[in-house]
């Protein structure tokens, strides 16, 4: 605002002086303005920044008091606590009555379209075969439908307890273990027993059966002994 008033005052002067012959060249009368305009600039008041700032505050003011109208008539204008009236709870209600029953029905044709799991029944093997080294010279094999026995021993005498299902043969043999007990895992052979006869010098072998003892045929040879079921008629 300073260098605008001492512009302004310039342009006057000049226009003042502007009948000299020459204009550019300056004149004591010039010289002394332009000193005077200088003492008046570095000591002018501060009034137009005053009122600037006057002005600066005054809109601070105003913007401040409209904040706080704003905010009142906000606060003025919240909504009361909604009241619930007998026939908005029962419409509530029914409400959620309606949406529980789409919900279930939802569920019911969700189980309908599932397909029951297929339940495969697989029928068990009769072909399946377990080996087992019982002692280091006597191998057993067997399956649901026949058991055998290898051993470097002969047997030399076989015979059959009926009344309990168990078929006994007896291998020539001297050798010195204590009594072997075995479950099988079988329809139609189900334990097995290796006991010692040391002073006898022979070892027996004792097959439990699941059926009676006439329902089995026995085969044997040099070094095996074969126990086939018998297929009933």
Do not use: C, W
């Amino acid at each position: 605002m300073k260098k605008i008033s001492l512009f302004i005052a310039l342009l006057i002067l000049s226009s003042n002086l502007s009948a000299r012959e020459n204009p550019f060249e300056p004149t004591q009368t010039y010289n002394e303005e332009v000193a005077r305009l200088m003492e008046i600039d570095e000591s002018y008041p501060d009034e137009f920044d005053n009122q600037e700032k006057y002005y600066i505050k005054e809109i601070q003011d105003n913007m401040k008091a409209n904040s706080i109208n704003k905010d009142t008539k906000a606060s003025n204008e919240k909504k009361e606590p909604e009241v619930l009236t007998e026939e908005k709870v029962k419409k509530l209600i029914t409400q959620a009555q309606q949406k529980t029953v789409s919900e279930t029905k939802k569920i019911v044709k969700e189980l309908k379209e599932q397909k029951p799991e297929e339940i495969i029944y697989v029928k068990p093997r009769t072909d399946v075969s377990y080996e087992k080294e019982i002692l280091p010279f006597l191998k057993l094999e067997y399956t649901n439908e026949k058991l055998q026995l290898q051993s470097k021993y002969k047997v030399f005498k076989k015979f059959t307890l009926p009344n309990k299902n168990k078929m006994i043969l007896d291998f020539y043999a001297n050798e010195n273990f204590y009594t072997i007990r075995e479950d099988l895992n079988s329809t139609n052979f189900t334990k097995i027993t290796v006991g010692n006869h040391k002073k006898d010098k022979f070892f027996r072998v004792v097959v439990e059966l699941s059926d009676t003892p006439l329902n089995y045929e026995v085969t044997y040879d040099d070094n095996q002994v074969t126990i086939y079921k018998l297929e009933q008629m």
